[in-house]
C-alpha cells in the first residue's frame, strides 16, 4: 500500500531549517505540522553540504 506522501521544494526547507535555528525544531516542527524527524533530516542535510 502506498503512502501519501508531500514534496518540499528546496526553499521551504531552508526556511524550515532557518526557523528550526531561530525558535528550535520542536516547536519550529509544531507550527509548520512537520514531524521533528523530518525537519531533524533537513537540518543534518545543511550540515552535510
Known amino acids: 500500500m ?7 521544494d528546496t526553499d521551504y526547507k531552508v526556511q524550515a531549517v532557518t526557523l528550526a535555528k531561530e525558535i ?3 516547536k519550529a516542527a509544531r ?3 512537520l514531524a521533528p524527524s523530518t525537519l ?4 543534518k542535510a ?4
Open 2 to 8: 502506498a503512502r501519501n506522501q508531500k514534496h518540499y
Open 24 to 26: 528550535g525544531l520542536s
Open 31 to 33: 507550527e509548520l505540522g
Open 40 to 43: 531533524n533530516g533537513w537540518i
Open 46 to 49: 545543511t550540515r552535510e553540504g
